[in-house]
């Protein structure tokens, strides 16, 4: 169970930071790039606060915010530990581990990307280890967001069309934390069942083959 939690971890945070790397050294603030016309697109910002572009005023709301999430990771790794040992759900398992991976993956950006690049800008994208330094201390880098539907409200059901179905601007760890709570409730009944439920649900062990043996 360790191998398949270090497996998810491991694969969301490369991938994560993999792409974030590659975003904020290649793209400028607000840039675009289009995936799948009317549907997918790459928008470069830097979100300040919360998850999905979500933001909170002042540096101390920021590192308030950046405390926060270690110490959630901090809980959240303590108690995945405690369900590997009581031989949880592994789809359980591997949804707290998704979860997981997810808020370390914003914390690696908020507690140290502000000290090894640049600011990016409309301008210019940035650039690793500037030799004047970062643009923020310790704990108070930006998040780099970079997932972005397009997909509109159809124009019959108001708005014309201009409206999109989900705004937000996101990158792959906020991904991460919310496939893992989703599937989480859509499971629950499963992962949470009790040891009778359980039972109840596998199916009936075939008749004894003794029983229709030919008694002699």
């Known amino acids: ?30 840039e675009r790039f289009p995936v799948l016309k009317d549907i997918f697109e790459i928008h470069f910002i830097e979100n300040k606060g919360m998850a999905f572009g979500m933001e909170i005023p002042s540096a101390w ?31 359980f398992v591997t949804c707290v581990a998704l979860i997981l991976a997810g808020a370390v993956g914003n914390i690696i950006d908020s507690a140290f990307y502000g000290m090894l690049f640049s600011t990016s800008s409309i301008v210019q994208a940035a ?48 991904a991460a934390i919310t496939v893992g709570v989703i599937w989480i409730l859509i499971r629950q009944r499963v992962y949470f069942a009790k040891p009778e439920e359980e039972k109840s649900e596998e199916p009936e062990v075939a008749g004894n083959p003794e029983e229709g043996a030919v008694q002699t």
């Open 61 to 91: 709301g920021k590192i308030a915010l950046s405390l926060f999430r270690i110490v959630a990771v901090v809980v959240i790794s303590l108690y995945l530990r405690r369900i590997i040992r009581e031989g949880a759900h592994k789809g």
């Open 127 to 174: 650039t690793f280890l500037p030799p004047d330094g970062g643009y923020a201390p310790f704990l108070h880098g930006d998040v780099v967001d970079m997932l972005h539907f397009t997909v509109k409200w159809p124009s019959w059901l108001g708005g014309n069309g201009i409206n999109e179905i989900f705004p937000p601007i996101f990158n792959i760890a906020d």
């Open 1 to 30: 169970m360790l191998k398949r939690v270090l497996l998810v971890v491991g694969s969301v945070l490369l991938i994560d930071q993999i792409v974030k790397i590659y975003i904020k050294l290649n793209f400028r603030i607000g």
